[in-house]
Each structure stands twice: as C-alpha cells, then as structure tokens.
T-cell receptor
C-alpha cells in the first residue's frame, strides 16, 4: 500500500485478554517503530526494529508487552493479560533507512480500549 | 536524558493571524535532530520538518517557517496567515544521534483556527 497500515483501527477487549496489533509498513522500509499515545499526550517510544532485528525494546513498559517482525516486513505488537491502563492509541511508523534520525511515516494507529 | 517541552497547551487564533508554536528541548548530545509533526482531527501524524543540530538556518516552506536557536535550545514553528485547515495538534520531537531509534515527543500544542 501507499502508507503504513495498521489493523485493527479500533479494538475493545476485556481486562485479562491478550491482544495482537498489526503493522504493515511501507514496502521496502527497513526501520519500524512502535509508539503508544495516551489521550492528550505525545507519542511515547516502545520498540524499534531494523529489518527483523529488534534493536531497541527499552520503551516496552513490562513483560506483558512484546513485539516481533519475523520477516523484516509486517510487525505484531502483543499485549498479554491486558489491563485498563493499557488503553491508548498504538502507533506504528516506518522509515526507509537504517539508523534512524530520519523522517518516520506513521500509520493511523490502533485505538485500544480495555474494559 | 532528552526532553521536549511545549509549554502552550492550546492556542486559539482567528483566520489570517500569524501564530508561533514554541518548542524547547534538552539534550546532552552534540548531534541531534529536531522534528515537527502535525496531527489533524482525523488522527494521523504527518511529518512537517526535520533539522539537524549543525544546521541553524531558518527554514520557510510556504506559510510555515521554523526558527532553530541552539543558544536557547528552541525550535519554534510559525504559521503565517493561518487558515482553518491548520487546526490540529502540533508535536515537536527530538532524536539524539546516540539513540537514533527513539523520537522523544513533546505533549503537543492544540491550535484552533476559527473563521
């Protein structure tokens, strides 16, 4: 596709359930980022992939959060045993270069609500 | 640690007024990159500009201009002759060369332009 695609756009889940959020980056983009954005706040970094390698996961809040990008393209962010505090907009971004510091193209995000 | 402060939470102007959005950053790195992103009501994040720490030249793009001043650690954004379509949340962000995978965002400034 032309841009970064995220699915689902909206997800409502019950507390304690696992959720998987998908990101399809722009074709050929080597860098992929996950961010979380609470209401009224700026996005906060979660994790970064260079091709299939997860090079930085320092922003993942705890071990319930994990991410993968097995073939260096599509990525999945998984949250296990969801809690209400996990409710937020989850944004994926990609960029064409390794090494960061370049323009990142963001998807429209997945709005997660944990009830 | 890197930090971005956008002290203006919300600004309201009338169409055709000029408006400046402030951004102050903190970093210990000598090489870093500054960004502005726009988040319109539709929710996506749209890249506007990227500057590196060695280039203090001001930039103009149509009605948009950016004033980068290392002496005051500021990277302010001015919209000239604002239009209703400029209504959005604007985020300033910082990326350090040493930690290139991470964009640190400010909390954003909501700009409301009324007719």
């Amino acid at each position: 596709g032309a841009g970064v695609s995220q699915s689902p756009r909206y997800k409502v889940t019950k507390r304690g359930q696992d959720v998987a959020l998908r990101c399809d980056p722009i074709s050929g983009h080597v860098s992929l980022y996950w961010y979380r954005q609470a209401l009224g706040q700026g996005p906060e970094f979660l994790t970064y992939f260079n091709y299939e390698a997860q090079q930085d996961k320092s922003g993942l809040p705890n071990d319930r959060f994990s991410a993968e990008r097995p073939e260096g393209s599509i990525s999945t962010l998984t949250i296990q045993r969801t809690e209400q505090r996990d409710s937020a907009m989850y944004r994926c971004a990609s960029s064409p270069y390794s090494g960061g510091n370049t323009e990142a193209f963001f998807g429209q995000g997945t709005r997660l609500t944990v009830v | 640690a890197q930090k971005v402060t956008q002290a203006q939470t919300e600004i309201s102007v009338v169409e055709k007024e000029d408006v400046t959005l402030d951004c102050v950053y903190e970093t210990r790195d000598t090489t870093y990159y500054l960004f502005w992103y726009k988040q319109p009501p539709s929710g996506e994040l749209v890249f506007l500009i990227r500057r590196n720490s060695f280039d203090e030249q001001n930039e103009i793009s149509g009605r948009y201009s950016w004033n980068f001043q290392k002496s005051t650690s500021s990277f302010n954004f001015t919209i000239t002759a604002s239009q209703v379509v400029d209504s959005a949340v604007y985020f300033c962000a910082l990326s350090e060369a040493k930690r290139y995978s991470t964009l640190t965002f400010g909390k954003g400034t909501m700009l409301l332009v009324s007719p």
